[in-house]
């Protein structure tokens, strides 16, 4: 594994910006700020040949539930909207053209900065497993480990000589793949997955990985030299084993004003009942491009019991990935107009006086024709961790931020975590649909 490591590194070159220096080559990928520069087809040849040693009746039961903990990296906390921007920007630049024909381009740059706000499930790889921390995202699909954790090879393990690349807004991912089994639960593990054996990765502080529960088309484009193969996702497999009875996973969040607590839970295979309040509201996954490759849908926002336009129809994202709730420029002005919230320098944030918060109303969203109220104190940042983003006590910070972009992109705003912690939602993947439902926690004045 060694020879591969500087192999890898050997082809690999950083242009940190803002002045940063890039460490040695043996912590590649650590610049913070910086610019990861890669070629797919270099890295693949080298790799070809590296690769982890060979070592010498299911019943459905649906849905599986499972408790997942919230976590805030207090490392780099300050630049939590450039981290949600970059995470749009790859967004956006991606498209099933660009992943299918990654290794046409010989070169391509990959923001690399730190997580700060997650959401992890602890997932059991091999036999005996191995427990690693996972972020769980919907806003991809593939699923490895060994950012922090070291992988261990067990009798379960089998080597493919596949290459795995991954690029997120918020740092990248390249190894080696293998087919492992992975234990989400007791009496509930997948066999024969895909996973990722991480060589090198950026981004990642704090975390061993991620478990991809988007759509499954994700996927497609990131195995190289195989680079026209699409990966089964931890759904697929677990419905197609009989270890779930449908392509669904559903998201439960609750807000939380402390730096770490479990607070989430994730059911495979079906909707838990006891974690929303009235209907589910069910809409198709949109058309506009390049937001139909995700968990996309189409809503309108509106402010305030006058109905003051914020952004109109448009297309964007469900992402667990993305902490913050980013809308499009142009949306972002109108929403600052309508509160008089000001950009704060400190946290990169918008800020509100104590007086303007307490004037503060709802933002509407209207999505598939039933309307979610996202309260005043849905839309602060908590107060108890203002100074945890470099804040102070005199100001309310706010979640809605720039995406970074006009309207009419294709990707126009990401109801990110802070969203999704007021409300059940439900991917069905088989389906093609997202669903959302309002919760206990819809109208929590836990901000």
Known sequence: M?????????????????????????????????????????VAFVLASCVLARPTVT?????????????????????????????????KNQSKAQRHNATSAAVFGVPATNQVVDYILSVGVGSPPTQFDLLVDTGSSNTWVGAG??????????????????????????????????????GFVIENQSIGVAIEDAGFDGLDGIIGIG?????????????????????????????IDAHEVGISFEPTNTLESTNGEISFGGIDTRKFTGDITFVPITSSSPANEFVGIDQTITYGAAGTPILDTTAGITDTGTTLLLIASDALS????????????????????????ANLESLFFTIGGTTFEFTANAQAFPRALN????????????????????????????????FL???????????????????????????
């Open 387 to 418: 100074t945890a983003i470099g804040g102070t006590n005199d100001f309310v910070y706010l979640i809605v931020g720039d995406i970074g972009s006009l309207s009419g992109e294709g990707v126009d705003f990401i109801d990110g975590m802070t």
């Open 149 to 186: 954790r070291a992988f261990t090879v067990t009798s379960t393990t089998q080597t493919t000589g596949d290459l795995v690349e991954v690029v997120y807004g918020s740092g990248f991912v390249i190894g080696e793949e293998v087919i492992d089994q992975i234990t989400l639960a007791p």
């Open 421 to 447: 912690e007021r409300f059940y939602t439900v991917f069905d993947s088989a389906g093609n649909r997202f669903g959302i439902a309002t919760t206990p926690f819809t109208d929590a004045t836990t901000n």
């Open 215 to 243: 759509p499954t088309d994700l996927t497609c484009g990131t195995l190289f030299p195989d680079e026209t193969a699409c990966i089964a996702t931890v759904t697929d497999n677990a419905f197609a084993q009989g270890l």
């Open 334 to 357: 109108a929403y600052e107009a309508a509160t008089g919230a000001v950009p704060d320098n400190a946290t990169g944030l918008l800020r509100l006086t104590p007086a303007q918060f």
């Open 59 to 91: 019943v459905r039961n649906s849905p599986i539930t499972l408790s997942f903990a919230r976590r805030i990296n207090a490392t780099g906390i300050q630049n939590l909207l450039k981290i949600d921007q970059a995470r749009a920007k790859e967004i």
């Open 2 to 42: 060694g020879i591969c490591k500087l192999a890898v590194v050997a082809l690999y070159q950083r242009e940190c910006s803002h002045g940063a220096n890039p460490s040695s080559p043996s912590s590649f990928g650590t610049c913070e700020t910086g610019t990861i520069m890669l070629s797919s087809v270099a």
